[in-house]
């Protein structure tokens, strides 16, 4: 099974743009990357890796990476549940407090933490 | 398995000549513990401060909590596998704890994930380090060092400093010696064949950088589940190599003292059957989450337990792990309760866990992470309040020109750790 990675961190598009097919959706925030990912879904593509990935809360940090399979199957309906229920959370979260904004180091520091979540699943993903 | 845990009652911490135990107080040889840290040439420069119980001191940010331990008999070292130790299967003989210490990492690792320990004001009782005598380390990285590099010479100072200070007690006479005791599965079965078989799901933080936990030195997500005799956890089998949100951080003292197994071995042989402890980690990759829960299940159906309860560390993603849990645990015939803690919005109205399955019908709540708290300012800060805004918690306008802070629970470190080592629930009436 190929891999699909949505994703709006730019670390994590540079490490992987040339390497594994890649959707850039750099200026999306971390709910829209979650609902362009819960579209993909319902087009039959797979969800790979978990979308609350790591324990930084939704509406703490802005990046979100996901990986998903390039094919398109039959419906994924685990995986439907999964990103319905993680869409739900982050609208709980942003309803509470909104995302703040976060000066150039902080934001750094998320990406590296959203790039080193992704990385360890891809490595993980030879069995594929 | 069976060990003698010796526990030596820490009633004071001092600066002294020499790292040492003498009449309840813990002396500490500062240059000592230094020399220790700076054998890293990773580490720039190393601080150790003290912080005693009501004192007027915040400390922030705090990577880890170790509780200084020594094996004096049976066989390895604490830590097994961890900062160049042997690996050896740990868990008999006799360890000495100095209970009532710490040793605290503390500073930046990165700009958020590190909490907050107030040794006295009304924040200091949502957090049982306010009542222990803390050894911080405060550690600044060389210039330019990798987050990785920096995380891992953090927590392996930690690690070595708490070893040095808990060899403080290899010569000490306990105040109190306990005797906990597992013995193998048909054995143990047999001993008690009347009561029920409980086990105990332990789910360790493994997503990656700043989400990680050891297990006899191996990284927790590279493992397939296994069990344990829960002796092996108190010497030190399990170390954290985590910063996730303070609140609900498992710090290395959490693994020594869990209170899961605390409590169960406390009704172990009089209404229960403690048969041990099954280990699984919390990946990100979803075929990990299957192959892991799959796994559990498995030891539950052939260990035949009656029941178990199941600890998870985080929020969203490990809730799914402990949903898979859950219902495989009972598909394989096991009553389950969970533990864990609530993020429900500040109104506590909105759903506590991002996943829930119909199995998951007994939780024991440790309380929830969004309340909102005001710290006031405190005499001295052992690190910085510099990242008091972006740490998991804080907000835009947290920190308040006199020092002190408004912010959620999540801020407090263990504030409502989902083992329960804290003082909030929830009840219902």
Same mark, same amino acid.
């Given at each position: 099974m190929r891999k699909l990675i949505i994703t709006n961190n730019s670390f994590v598009y540079e490490k992987y743009n040339e390497k594994v097919e890649l959707v850039d959706l750099n200026g999306y925030t971390y709910l829209q990357v979650l609902e362009y990912t819960r579209d993909k879904i319902h087009q039959g593509h797979k969800l790979?890796?978990?979308?609350?990935?790591?324990?930084?809360k939704p509406n703490e940090t802005p990046f979100k990476s996901i990986v998903i399979s390039k094919e398109q199957l039959d419906l994924d309906f685990e995986g439907l549940c999964i990103i319905e229920d993680s869409i739900a959370s982050t609208k709980k979260f942003l309803e509470n407090r909104p995302t703040p904004r976060c000066g150039e180091k902080i934001a750094n520091d998320f990406r590296l933490i959203d790039l080193s979540l992704t990385e360890n699943a891809i490595n993980k993903m030879n069995g594929l | 398995m069976r060990l003698e845990l010796g526990k030596i009652k820490i009633t004071d911490v001092q600066f002294g000549d020499a790292t040492k135990v003498e009449g309840g107080t813990l002396y500490v040889n500062e240059q000592e513990l230094i020399d220790i840290a700076m054998?890293?040439?990773?580490?720039k420069s190393v601080k150790i401060e003290l912080a005693r119980p009501g004192d007027s001191i915040r400390i922030t940010p705090v990577k880890d909590v170790i509780e200084p331990r020594v094996k004096v008999e049976g066989a390895g070292v604490m830590f097994?596998?961890? &900062?160049?130790?042997?690996v050896k299967t740990v868990g008999t003989g006799r360890t000495h704890a100095l209970v009532g210490s710490t040793v605290i990492t503390c500073g +930046?690792? &990165?700009?958020?994930q590190e909490g907050v320990i107030d040794m006295?004001?009304? %924040?200091? +009782?949502?957090?049982?380090?306010?009542e222990t005598y803390n050894v911080c380390v405060v550690i600044t990285p060389q210039e330019g060092l990798g987050t990785h590099a920096y995380e891992a010479a953090a927590r392996e100072a930690g690690l070595k400093i708490a070893t040095a200070v808990g060899e403080?007690?290899?010569n000490v006479e306990p105040d109190e010696v306990v005797v906990y005791e597992t013995k193998p599965l048909l054995e143990q079965v047999n001993e008690y064949p009347d009561l029920p078989k409980i086990g105990y799901i332990h789910m360790l933080q493994s997503q990656g950088l700043l989400h990680d936990t050891y297990y006899y030195g191996v990284d927790? +997500?590279?493992? &397939?589940p296994t069990f344990m005799y829960p002796t092996e956890i108190m010497d030190g089998a399990i170390t954290s190599g985590n910063c996730v949100a303070p609140c609900d951080k498992v710090t290395t003292f959490h693994h020594l003292n869990n209170p899961v197994i605390e409590d169960l071995y406390k009704r172990h042989g009089k209404d229960l059957n403690f048969v041990g402890v099954i280990l699984t980690n919390e990946n990100v990759f979803l075929a990990d989450k299957e192959r892991s829960s799959d796994m559990v299940g498995k030891f539950v159906e052939f260990l035949g337990l009656d029941g178990v309860l199941i600890t998870e560390e985080g929020y969203g993603n490990p809730d799914t792990d402990l949903m898979m849990n859950c219902k495989k645990a009972t598909d394989a015939g096991a009553k389950v309760v969970l533990i864990t803690d609530e993020f429900p919005g500040r109104d506590g109205k909105?759903?506590?866990?991002?996943d829930a399955k119909p199995e998951a019908d007994a939780l024991v709540s440790c309380g929830q992470g969004n309340i909102i708290l005001n710290f006031p300012p405190m005499?001295? &800060?052992?690190?910085?309040?510099? *990242?008091i805004e972006s740490? %998991?918690?804080? *907000?835009?306008?947290?920190? +308040?020109?006199?020092?002190?802070i408004e912010g959620?629970?999540?801020?407090?470190?263990?504030?409502?750790?989902?083992?329960?080592?804290?003082k909030l629930a929830a009840r219902t009436y």
């Open positions: 790979l890796t978990h979308p609350l990935s790591g324990s930084v | 054998q890293d040439e990773r580490i097994p596998g961890m &900062v160049g130790n042997k +930046k690792i &990165v700009g958020f006295s004001g009304p %924040i200091a +009782k949502y957090c049982p380090f306010s403080a007690g290899r927790a +997500k590279e493992i &397939v909105s759903q506590s866990l991002a005499d001295k &800060v052992i690190g910085m309040l510099d *990242y740490q %998991i918690g804080g *907000y835009e306008g947290s920190l +308040k020109p006199d020092g002190s959620e629970l999540q801020l407090v470190i263990a504030g409502t750790i989902a083992n329960g080592y804290n």
